[in-house]
């Protein structure tokens, strides 16, 4: 049995190769000892992001459950419990193309919402993946949309996430979801096959949320098990946190806490509407009554 990297013997030895020519190059034209010196470390860096090509997106069908539950606040809530129910279901091909979709139930800030999210990416593992997503969210009689694009780069082991896209406003007689530009980054760090670290910030129609998650997969746990922890801060004094058990399961689940994170922000409240603060409006002022012309 030949003794690769679980993502494939062929592109670990074209690395090699291709780093044994860059080193022999550097020896023999120019400056000798800087040419050499920088395709030793352009090998290295590429030799040590080889691992990460193990931890994309498994191939087949994949399930996940996600409970979390914890506490929120907001300068106009009217409870501080927090619960969230995740729940999806995705089909990773052999050409790097998942389909995903993900549906989420949650009570807090003394409302009850749901929602849900349909994407597809394109994945080149090792390097990162683009693709795009709808989403839609209902809570206290008001709906949040967004139609976005998104893309994950992975640099030196670190992964950076980018989303960018549009949420239509939504007004009914007496509340308001904003339209407008909506944008994500964050970045997530793997010391290890079993933790993920992850921070990052969002943007919404003016207003701004952090947000940072811990994914942790402990030996004692069943396989395909991990603890998370989840928070954010936005505006109108918003807060969350949350700890939660995730599970994933089927052949196209990632076996490592990075494989389990391709394609999502991890940490971010998507469908928890108001957690950008003044994304809700407040009803609009009752007119002053007429004064009274009767005799």
């Known amino acids: 049995m030949r003794d690769c990297c679980a993502w ?11 780093c044994a020519i860059l080193s022999r190059n550097g020896m023999e034209t120019g400056t000798p000892v800087r040419n050499r010196l920088i395709a030793s470390f352009a090998c290295a860096a590429s030799l040590a992001a080889a691992p990460a090509m193990a931890q ?20 106009s809530a009217s409870g501080n419990g927090a ?3 995740d729940g999806t279901l995705s089909y990773s091909f052999d050409n790097g193309i998942t389909i995903k979709a993900e549906g ?41 949309r967004r139609y976005v694009a998104f893309g994950e780069l992975i640099v030196l082991g670190f992964t950076v996430r980018g989303q960018a896209g549009y949420v239509p406003g939504d007004r009914t007689a007496t509340n308001e979801v904003d339209g407008g530009f909506f944008g994500l980054a964050s970045g997530g760090w793997y010391p290890s096959d079993q933790l993920g670290l992850n921070i990052g910030g969002a943007t919404q129609a003016g207003e701004g949320l952090g947000f940072g998650n811990v994914e942790w997969m402990p030996g004692f746990m069943p ?31 990632g076996t490592t806490v990075r ?24 009803p609009p002022p009752t007119p002053p009554p007429s004064p009274n012309t009767g005799s």
């Open 8 to 18: 494939g013997c062929d592109e670990r030895l074209f690395l090699k190769a291709l």
């Open 56 to 75: 994309g997106t498994g191939k087949g069908w994949a399930g996940e459950l996600w409970p979390r539950g914890g506490l929120a606040d907001s300068d």
């Open 83 to 85: 619960g969230l129910l």
């Open 104 to 144: 989420q139930g949650n009570s807090l800030l003394g409302n009850d919402g749901y929602g849900g999210k349909v994407q597809a990416w394109w994945e080149l593992p090792g390097l990162g993946l683009i693709g795009v997503f709808a989403e839609n969210a209902r809570s206290d009689s008001l709906t949040q």
């Open 223 to 253: 396989p395909g098990t991990s603890i998370t922890f989840d928070g954010g801060a936005g505006g109108n004094g918003f807060l969350i946190g949350v700890v939660g058990v995730r599970v994933t399961f089927g052949p196209g689940a």
């Open 259 to 282: 494989g389990r994170q391709v394609g999502s922000a991890p940490g971010f409240t998507n469908t928890v509407i108001g957690a950008f603060g003044d994304t809700r409006r407040s």
